[in-house]
């Protein structure tokens, strides 16, 4: 009888977990979703929520559901730009 070979989950690639440089050269630290939720205006469960929905992408440090989520600052601001841009975030936010 074959041996069976036991299933291999593969990995999947770094999506850019460094820092992104500033049009100056230093580097932005990661956020947190405590951190985006107060940039953004709103409670954390609501970016735990889009990051969920998949409005929101983040960096996720760590295995299982204890996994930390961090985001890049740059993305963020990106993102929320645009989200004030369509509406579904209120110009006070930002």
């Given at each position: 009888?074959?041996?069976?070979?036991?299933?291999?989950?593969?990995?999947r690639?770094?999506?850019?977990?460094?820092?992104?440089?500033?049009?100056?050269?230093?580097?932005?630290?990661?956020?947190?979703?405590?951190?985006?939720?107060?940039?953004?205006?709103?409670?954390?469960?609501?970016?735990?929520?889009?990051?969920?929905?998949?409005?929101?992408?983040?960096?996720?440090?760590?295995?299982?559901?204890?996994?930390n989520?961090?985001?890049?600052?740059?993305?963020?601001?990106?993102?929320?730009?645009?989200?004030?841009?369509?509406?579904?975030?209120?110009?006070?936010?930002?």
């Amino acid at each position: 009888m074959a041996k069976k070979h036991p299933v291999r989950h593969r990995r999947r690639p770094a999506t850019g977990s460094a820092p992104m440089p500033t049009p100056s050269g230093a580097l932005e630290p990661l956020l947190g979703l405590d951190d985006v939720a107060e940039l953004c205006g709103v409670a954390r469960r609501t970016v735990d929520r889009w990051v969920r929905e998949g409005r929101l992408r983040g960096i996720k440090l760590g295995q299982g559901k204890q996994g930390n989520i961090r985001f890049h600052a740059a993305y963020v601001r990106t993102v929320l730009e645009l989200m004030q841009r369509t509406g579904e975030l209120p110009p006070a936010a930002a």
